[in-house]
C-alpha cells in the first residue's frame, strides 16, 4: 500500500554548492545533499536544491568541499579590481580572457566572459 501524503524533505544547498567550504554546517549541508536522497523512501523523499535565482533546481552532480573554477576565479579578479583602485589593468584582462580561451570550448567562452566582466 503506497503511502498518499508522503513527506518531501528539501536541502538548500546554494551557498556549499557554489563557494565549497569545510566547517561544520558545510560538511552537513554537503553530506545531507549527496547522501540524502539515498535514505528517500516508502515514507519520505529528499531532495538537494540550488537557488538559481529564478527558482529551484535539483543539483546534476554532488555537491564538494572546493568551489568551482570559475567562481574561485571571479573572486580572484574582483579582488584584483578592488587592490588595484577599482579598475581592471588591461594586461590582466587579456591574461584572464586567454585562460578562458584555454580550458573552456568556444561555446562556454562567451558565458566565462561576460560571467568574469559584467
Known amino acids: 500500500m503506497a503511502v498518499k501524503n508522503k513527506t518531501r524533505i528539501f536541502i538548500e544547498?546554494?551557498?556549499t554548492f557554489f563557494h565549497g567550504g569545510n566547517s561544520g554546517i558545510q560538511r552537513v549541508v554537503r553530506n545531507l545533499a549527496n547522501h540524502g536522497p539515498a535514505f528517500s523512501g516508502r515514507d519520505f523523499d529528499v531532495y538537494p536544491?540550488?537557488?538559481t535565482g529564478f527558482g529551484f533546481?535539483?543539483?546534476?552532480?554532488?555537491?564538494k568541499?572546493?568551489?568551482y573554477f570559475m567562481i574561485r576565479l571571479k573572486k580572484s579578479v574582483e579582488s584584483l579590481v578592488e587592490s588595484s583602485g577599482g579598475?581592471?589593468?588591461?594586461?590582466?584582462?587579456?591574461?584572464?580572457?586567454r585562460l578562458v580561451k584555454l580550458l573552456f570550448s568556444p561555446e562556454q567562452r562567451k558565458k566565462c566572459v561576460t560571467f568574469l566582466f559584467p
Not at 533546481?57 to 555537491?63: D, G, M, T
Not at 579598475?87 to 580572457?97: A, E, G, K, T
Request: glycine letters at 0%; proline letters at 11%; a positive charge.
Open 57 to 63: 533546481i535539483i543539483p546534476s552532480r554532488k555537491v
Open 13 to 15: 544547498c546554494t551557498q
Open 49 to 51: 536544491l540550488l537557488w
Open 87 to 97: 579598475y581592471l589593468p588591461d594586461f590582466c584582462r587579456r591574461i584572464i580572457i
Open 65 to 67: 568541499i572546493r568551489p
